[in-house]
């Protein structure tokens, strides 16, 4: 697998008038072509703005961002975060694409469905107002739209929420990107469509060959299709591990007390979420200690108060596997089961 997407030192911070919002600290990451990489974390650590940044969506004028993000397209490799916007915007849509949850803040109300995917082609081919339809119709058959020279000609307002979504995969995968970020794209879905629209989102992704970052909260979907997993908490990644390494011998407390939330179905009768206590801290004068520290069921094992008074660094635990965290990995082991 080649290398298709470099994240170094990257932060994102948002000026305002109670401070700044530090958002993304430091992240470091690498995404390879084929790869699926999942981001979980709970609402608010950082998950959307982390890839907006790497889409050169945010405001510039209002957004403070640093560090590099290297995309390894197939006519090069760019910085994207020093590159001119216009450079960035020849990118998009191109190179890198991104869906979101909502499909309608990508799809316009007032044009067909076709005629705006015609148009995510447009944007970076020469051609026909009619080879733009004909790929249109291409890609919604491909994304498994029945009837799709038909429906391609009907308005977003025609289709349902499963159909709408299929419908963004077509337009964001229009130019075949080798990268694709996908930001909570099931969540609005019933379970059905959810499992379809991710089993279809695979199979493109095997079809192009695509790097794919998938932002979920969902860790029965990140068990099912990812092959690398950032946990991020408090604008930080708190560990990375491949998905196995994570769910069987996670080395962050944080990451604990996520798979615990977890439902399970044999555990259907005394059902008790073990929810994470506590909330995050603000983003605004993050604390020079571990962020976790105040939530922290295990904090106490380290010595001398450390995790009050320092801030731990992304180490290494095992192979392919970093944690944030003071407790040493065969505490931790302990404390796991
Ligand atoms: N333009 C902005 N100005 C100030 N703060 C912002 C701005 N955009 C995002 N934030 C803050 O940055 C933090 C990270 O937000 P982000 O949207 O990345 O969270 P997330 O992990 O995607 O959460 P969710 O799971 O709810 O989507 C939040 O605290 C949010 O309030
Ligand atoms: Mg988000």
Redesign the pocket.
């Given at each position: 697998m080649s290398n298709l997407l470099d994240v170094k030192g990257l932060n994102v911070t948002?000026p305002?008038v109670d401070g700044e919002?530090r958002?993304s600290v430091d992240l470091n990451f690498e995404l390879n072509r084929g790869e699926t990489l999942a981001i979980v974390?709970e609402?608010?650590?950082?998950?959307?703005?982390?890839s907006l940044a790497i889409m050169g969506l945010h405001n510039r004028a209002?957004t403070l961002i640093s560090g590099e993000v290297i995309l390894h397209g197939s006519k090069g490799s760019t910085e994207l975060i020093s590159a001119s916007e216009e450079t960035v915007r020849g990118l998009r849509g191109k190179e890198m694409a991104m869906i979101f949850q909502d499909p309608m803040s990508s799809l316009h109300p007032y044009y067909s469905i076709g005629a705006q995917i015609s148009e995510a082609w447009a944007i970076h081919n020469d051609g026909s107002k009619r080879d733009g339809m004909k790929r249109a119709i291409q890609m919604l058959d491909l994304v498994e739209i029945p009837s799709a020279a038909k429906r391609a000609h009907e308005f977003p307002h025609q289709f349902s929420g499963g159909m709408r979504q299929r419908a963004m995969i077509a337009m964001a995968l229009v130019n075949n990107p080798s990268l694709l970020i996908a930001d909570?794209p099931t969540t609005a879905l019933d379970v059905t469509v959810q499992a379809q629209v991710l089993q279809l989102l695979q199979n493109m992704q095997k079809e192009f060959n695509m790097g794919v970052i998938l932002?979920t909260?969902d860790l029965g979907v990140v068990a099912e299709f990812a092959d690398r997993v950032n946990v991020?908490y408090a604008g930080k990644i708190v560990e990375t591990a491949g998905v196995e390494d994570l769910y069987y011998r996670s080395m962050h407390p944080y990451t604990i007390g996520l798979l615990r939330s977890i439902p399970r179905v044999d555990q259907i009768d005394n059902h008790r979420l073990d929810a994470i206590k506590g909330a995050p801290p603000s983003?605004i004068n993050l604390p020079i200690a571990c962020s976790f520290a105040p939530r922290c069921e295990y904090s106490s094992l380290v010595p001398g108060g450390l995790c009050n008074q320092s801030q731990p660094e992304l180490e290494q635990k095992e192979a392919e596997h970093f944690a944030r965290c003071f407790l040493p990995a065969e505490r931790i082991a302990e404390v796991r089961s």
């Open positions: 948002f305002t919002v958002a974390g609402s608010g650590s950082g998950k959307s703005v982390s209002q909570e932002i909260h991020m983003l």
